[in-house]
């Protein structure tokens, strides 16, 4: 099974409206870490937010918030006021207590219109 | 900038030639990756290694070696590169604890030709 599943392979938003990308997980370990990774065209890999499994309150960086549904298994990203500078492909990821490797989605191409 | 610095950036090989890539890192990560990314495949781990003088095989490991003679440098190598390797390779390291993430490298394109 996939441990991490991106169903958006692409995504338009309008210019300063919120868009969510969707992510869902799978694990039966009680202690967990999940991530949000942006990768603009440019190619380089950056960390946005993160949500520990233990965390009661969803977390938020800015602009962007991590609604995290611990029942439903899924941890998707909240982009308020998007901006140009959005347009990235949008990785989510998540580490176990084995954190010898993440599991990394497919990805989501996200693109913003003027 | 405290980071993970991989060199080169950009490389063209041709079938059969050698060459390793280098990743280093600053901030006394116990744990250290190479990724490949290829397009509509996402991020492949292709070794890691949880400390100094250990390695492990990842998802694609065939064709390429690594070491990780000191802490802070992560080697990954191909004997005898093949187009199949043409790719962008990425390097990460990390704490070795759940609630730390990533940090990436910028990047190596590798054309094999």
């Known amino acids: 099974a996939q441990k991490i599943t991106q169903t958006q392979p692409?995504?338009?938003?309008?210019?300063?409206?919120?868009?969510?990308?969707?992510?869902?997980?799978?694990?039966?370990?009680p202690s967990y870490g999940l991530f949000w990774y942006k990768q603009p065209s440019s190619g380089e890999m950056i960390f946005l937010i993160y949500q520990g499994s233990?965390?009661?309150?969803?977390?938020?960086?800015?602009?962007?918030?991590?609604n995290f549904q611990k029942a439903r298994k899924s941890a998707n990203l909240v982009i308020s006021a998007s901006q140009l500078g959005d347009s990235a492909m949008y990785f989510c990821a998540m580490r176990e207590r084995d954190f010898n490797k993440f599991y990394f989605g497919s990805g989501t191409k996200l693109n913003v219109k003027p | 900038?405290?980071?993970?610095?991989?060199?080169?950036?950009?490389?063209?090989l041709k079938t059969g030639q050698?060459?390793?890539?280098?990743?280093?890192?600053?901030?006394?990560?116990?744990?250290?990756y190479w990724y490949r990314q290829?397009?509509?495949?996402?991020?492949?781990?292709?070794?890691y290694s949880v400390g100094e003088g250990t390695t492990a095989k990842g998802e694609v490991p065939d064709g390429y070696n690594v070491s990780r003679l000191k802490?802070?440098?992560f080697l990954l190598g191909l004997e005898s590169a093949a187009p199949s390797q043409t790719s962008v390779y990425f390097c990460a390291s990390s704490y070795s604890m759940v609630g730390y993430g990533y940090t990436f490298g910028s990047g190596t394109r590798l054309t094999v030709v």
Request: proline share 3%; glycine share 6%.
């Open chain 2, 38 to 47: 290829d397009p509509g495949m996402g991020l492949r781990l292709i070794h």
């Open chain 1, 54 to 66: 233990y965390d009661q309150q969803n977390a938020t960086e800015g602009r962007y918030s991590l």
């Open chain 2, 1 to 12: 900038n405290a980071g993970v610095t991989q060199t080169p950036k950009f490389r063209v």
């Open chain 2, 71 to 73: 802490k802070q440098n």
């Open chain 1, 10 to 29: 692409g995504m338009f938003v309008q210019e300063k409206e919120a868009v969510t990308l969707d992510c869902t997980y799978d694990t039966s370990d």
């Open chain 2, 18 to 32: 050698s060459m390793t890539l280098l990743c280093a890192q600053d901030m006394n990560h116990e744990y250290m």
